[in-house]
């Protein structure tokens, strides 16, 4: 993929996973670690882009320093 700077366009980067995929009744699993807003922002896109043949399986990793 690609390096920039800033925060990503998580929402963009669902989708083009979303659009690659071909098979039917797939499972997508999503791992992030991060901020808080930051997760909270990729459980919900995961959960508004699944569907009835793709499932985005949202895991998370929390810790503080």
Do not use: M, W
């Amino acid at each position: 993929h690609f390096i920039s700077i800033g925060r990503p366009n998580i929402n963009d980067l669902f989708k083009n996973v979303l659009n690659k995929q071909t098979e039917e009744n797939a499972n997508i699993a999503v791992y992030s670690c991060g901020p808080q807003s930051l997760l909270n922002n990729c459980q919900l896109i995961a959960f508004n882009l699944s569907n009835q043949k793709i499932k985005f399986k949202f895991h998370k990793e929390t810790f503080f320093l």
